[in-house]
């Protein structure tokens, strides 16, 4: 024999039937939307080890290429990396060991266009930095000396700019401009820790340059203590 739902009972049951006409269709979104989002985070996580995954096998493959010192293997793998994966750090990575090895193999171009890709295309800003540091190093070395100062143009990374003033007062001193690169060395001197090893080098383009280190170093004054009263 079936047994009727007292008035309490009747009355929760009436109150959650209209809670569920008033906001069911909402929740029912709002759960899709959450799991959307799950599934959606979960793929794009995929997403990226699968891509890492792949970029590293690629590099270890320009890595190969380049031990192999096959200048066109060289330059084809660097070119399924751009096109692939130019995002990823592998990439930076590999553009700076491209450019390393097509340098050492006279092949100033390539070394050029490798670097001027990562200085353009590189995520990462330090990447960008050392691409445009050493760029500007074979520029200078060609004596292309207003093209190798255009590549220190911009903002880098703090811990770059002394080695940027530096690479700028070796250009001015290339080009004769003794009061420029006096400037700049003073500046790279300036960034760089007292224990700096690469300071000692800044200290030895300075005296070149005619500056002595010690008087660019601060005065330390000392105040004397106030007698004491006896």
Do not use: C
């Amino acid at each position: 024999m079936a047994t009727h739902l007292d008035l309490e009972e009747q009355e929760q049951l009436d109150q959650l039937k209209h809670f569920w006409n008033t906001y069911g269709t909402l929740i029912t979104w709002v759960v899709l939307l959450v799991a959307g989002a799950f599934v959606a985070w979960n793929g794009w996580q995929y997403y990226q080890r699968s891509q890492a995954a792949q970029a590293a096998a690629l590099y270890d493959e320009v890595e190969r290429s380049t031990q192999s010192g096959d200048v066109e293997r060289i330059q084809r793998v660097m070119g399924d990396m751009k096109e692939r994966f130019a995002r990823t750090t592998y990439a930076q990575q590999a553009g700076l060991l491209v450019a390393k090895t097509l340098y050492e193999k006279g092949n100033a171009d390539g070394s050029r266009a490798a670097l001027t890709w990562v200085a353009q295309s590189a995520v990462d800003p330090g990447y960008q930095a050392v691409a445009k540091l050493r760029l500007s190093a074979e520029l200078l070395e060609s004596k292309s000396y207003d093209d190798a100062l255009k590549q220190l143009d911009g903002s880098v990374p703090k811990e770059f700019e002394p080695l940027v003033a530096d690479r700028k007062g070796d250009i001015y001193l290339a080009q004769g401009k003794r009061a420029e690169a006096q400037a700049e060395y003073r500046k790279a001197w300036t960034g760089l820790g007292a224990t700096s090893d690469y300071r000692r080098l800044i200290e030895i383009k300075l005296n070149a340059v005619g500056v002595d280190p010690k008087s660019l170093a601060p005065v330390v004054t000392v105040t004397p203590a106030a007698p004491k009263t006896p």
